[in-house]
Nanobody
Framework: QVQLVESGGGLVQTGGSLRLSCAAS????????MGWYRRAPGKQRELVAT???????EYADSVKGRFAISRDNAKNTVYLQMNSLKPEDTGVYFC???????????????WGQGTQVTVSS
């Protein structure tokens, strides 16, 4: 069993900052790419940022220069530092990880339950 648990969402004013965390736990052999996605009201879920186990990152154009993804492999945790937040960043943010479980040795994709981020104008 593998779980991803997010924390750090909330309400912030335009221009403010938030830091999201997502901790993975369970019988894991290896965690490969981790990432953050979001679903804005009335829209489909979209990629925000990803980070490989080696630290290579990718960002959606809409967040480049404002958001920073990082990870602590010793803690099985991925972070998303969000600065200069805009109302259009409002949505539910989901953590995602590609994990190989002990004894299964197949990479599967896991999702957290989501955390709400609301940016007021």
């Amino acid at each position: 069993q593998v779980q991803l648990v997010e924390s750090g969402g909330g309400l912030v004013q335009t221009g403010g900052s938030l830091r999201l965390s997502c901790a993975a736990s369970g019988s894991m052999f290896r965690i490969n790419t981790m990432g953050w996605y979001r679903r804005a009201p009335g829209k489909q879920r979209e990629l925000v940022a990803t980070i490989t186990s080696g630290g290579s990152t990718e960002y959606a154009d809409s967040v480049k220069g404002r958001f920073a993804i990082s990870r602590d492999n010793a803690k099985n945790t991925v972070y998303l530092q969000m600065n200069s937040l805009k109302p259009e960043d409002t949505g539910v943010y989901f953590c995602n990880a590609d994990i190989v479980r002990i004894g299964i040795f197949r990479e599967d994709k896991y999702w957290g339950q989501g955390t709400q981020v609301t940016v007021s104008s």
